[in-house]
Each structure stands twice: as C-alpha cells, then as structure tokens.
C-alpha cells in the first residue's frame, strides 16, 4: 500500500491590521506583480482540513455588508447569489465569529461585523495601494514628488528648485510637508516621501541614505547677555570648552548632537551638553535662561531672543545642509527634482 505523505503545516509571515486582533495579512507575491495572489491569512498554523482565506472573501463580504443585501451584492459582483452566500459564509466559519445577522429575510451587522467591515475597507484599500505603489516604482513614473522639510529652516535652494522643477515637469504633483529631521528620516524608510531636506548629514545619525549637500550655515554662538563671553566681538570655539552647550535634540533632529560633539572634538575639547532643545525656539529660551551656549545658524538670530546675543565664530564654523534619499528610489521626477538641486545649489 502507497501512504500518502502528509502536507507539512504551512507557516505565514503576517502584519497585523491595528485594532482587529483576528485580521492578518500576508501579501503573498505582491512585489513580483501578482496581486490576485495575495492572501489573508488567520495567525495560526493552516490544518489540511480547513479553508484559507483569500482577499476576493473579504471583497465579497465587504459588498454585502454595504448593499446589506445579499441579491443586490451578488449584482453588483456579477456572482451567483448561493455562490456568494456560501463564500461568506465560508468567512464566518474561518474566522470563527459571525458577522451578519440574517434573521427574518433582513441582513444585519452584527457587533463583530462593524469593525470587521472597518478593518476590511483598510485592507483592501492598502492592498490596491501598495499594489499601485509597486506598479509605478516598476515603471519608475511616479506622477508626485513629495518633500520633507523643516519650516524653521531656510533652505534658498527650495523655492528655486521647485520653481525649476514645475517648469520642466508640470504635470508632476508636488507635495510639501513640514516634519522634523527625524519624521522626515521615519517617512524615508517607510517610503512616504521620496526626498528630505534633513539638515546634517544622514551618517552622524547613523542612517545610510544617498545625501546632496544643498547649502552651507556659518554657525554662531548664542549666548545670554550677561555671560562674560558677550562682551567680546568675535569667539573662537575653543573659548567655549569649559561651558555647558544646548544641543538639537535627537528626537527631532538626529545627527545634530553628534555633529556638535565632533566639531567640538575637532577643535581640541570635549563639548559638555548640559541640556537638549527640540526646536530652535527652545534652544533660545534655554539660552537665555542660562543653561548654556549653543552654535546655531545664522538664520536663528530673526528669531526673538529677549537675553540673549549671537557673536560669529573664528575661524568660521561651517555646518553643512543637506537633502536625502532611497537608494532604491527609482522615481524619474525624483531622479530629475536631484539633477535640478546638483545644477542650481552651488548658485544659490
């Protein structure tokens, strides 16, 4: 007698859908182009004798749940109506909990079905998107550009380039948004925009993005009025090593620490940061309130800074700004928006 050999247990990568403990997915394929491939996956290890999930089911009773009706979800999905009845109903047993109430010829949701169907539209609607997201890098014809930056900061180069840019590309979308240097970093890896304008270079926070240099900042010192240091001119920067400095915090702004400590470094001493300020603003009133001096660009001093007085460094402290971006960024209004910044920041 031939034994048939049992099918090993099959194990899934899942991502949980946030706020539906028994919804999670598997997107099986989806970057070798084949979405109807996909499948929704139960956490747990798939038994010979029991169905699995696909992403057509969730379709299916995400129709009805809307129609609340089985007969006009069944039209509008061009399915039989049994068909569907039983591929619902085939949900309902894989999950384990009963999503509509079906009692006296009317369909309802029941309690559980409502944050299903919740959670079913944001699936469905991530699928299609990452599916469309994947599609366009393969083509490498993005329709948008989005950029990160940081509003307190002045970066010339920007109105410039995008000016430049609308006019080479006028069909391409642009799309601004106001992040800190950290979330901008975050949107990178997460590929929620294409470009940064970071600030410091990506490598004093340990990041491995492709970086232009787009500007140069000669740093000053800020200090409190009263400090004794104020009533010179000019400062050195190894005139500081025995004060405390306000640095940019690591939660906003990662790299800007590190840079300070190695600048500081460079010159001979080992900075002493007693305090660390999420914003410029911050750093000012820390300033003035005694708890440090702190190297800022020039554009800082537009800022209000009741107590406290900026004096230049020499010889010059020069901090670079930079922009950053994947690698693995294939878009060609990106690829483009870069060339326009090579061109035109040495001008700017």
């Known amino acids: 007698m031939v034994r048939r050999k049992k099918r090993p247990k099959m194990r899934y990568f899942v991502v949980v859908s946030e706020g539906c403990p028994y919804s999670w997915m598997l997107f099986e394929n989806l970057l070798h ?26 379709r299916y009773f995400v ?31 894989e999950i384990g909990v009963r999503l509509l109430d079906r009692a006296n010829n009317r369909v309802m949701l029941t309690d559980e079905g409502r944050l299903f169907l919740f959670d079913s539209k944001k699936m469905l609607a991530m699928c299609a998107d990452s599916v ?39 069909t391409v979308a642009l799309n601004l948004y106001d ?19 970071v600030g410091v270079h990506p490598s004093f926070s340990g990041h491995a993005f492709l ?33 405390f400095f306000v640095a940019g ?13 190695e600048t500081c470094r460079a010159a001979g001493f080992a900075a002493r940061v007693l305090q660390e300020a999420e914003n410029a603003p911050t750093a000012i009133l820390f300033v003035a309130d005694g708890l440090g001096v702190a190297l800022v660009p020039p554009y800082i001093t537009g800022l209000p800074h009741d107590g406290v007085v900026f004096r230049p460094l020499v ?12 690698e693995d960024n294939v878009s060609k209004p990106l690829k483009e928006y870069i ?3 090579k061109e035109l920041s040495g001008s700017l």
């Open 33 to 58: 182009g084949h979405p109807a491939k996909i499948r929704i996956a139960i956490c747990y290890e798939q038994d010979d004798n029991r169905r699995q999930m696909e992403l057509r089911h969730l």
């Open 63 to 93: 129709a009805v749940a809307e129609a609340l009706s089985f007969t006009k979800a069944a039209e509008k999905l061009r399915l039989a109506q049994p068909s569907l009845t039983r591929q619902v109903r085939n949900l309902e047993d």
């Open 132 to 170: 469309a997201a994947v599609q366009r890098m393969k083509r490498g014809d993005n329709s948008d550009l989005n950029i990160g930056y940081v509003a307190s900061i002045h970066y010339g180069m920007l109105p410039a380039t995008l000016g430049a840019f609308r006019k080479l590309q006028p």
């Open 179 to 197: 992040m800190t240097s950290a979330e901008q970093y975050l949107a990178l890896e997460g590929r929620k925009i294409d470009l940064g304008c």
């Open 211 to 243: 970086s232009e240099c787009v500007a140069h900042d000669t740093m000053v010192v800020a200090l409190h009025a009263g400090h004794p240091l104020a009533e010179k001119g000019e400062l050195k920067l190894a005139e500081l090593a025995t004060q």
């Open 249 to 261: 915090s690591a939660k906003t702004h990662p790299g800007s620490r590190e840079w300070l400590v």
């Open 315 to 326: 010889p010059p402290i020069v901090r670079e700004s930079n922009i950053a971006w994947r």
């Open 339 to 341: 060339r326009i910044v």
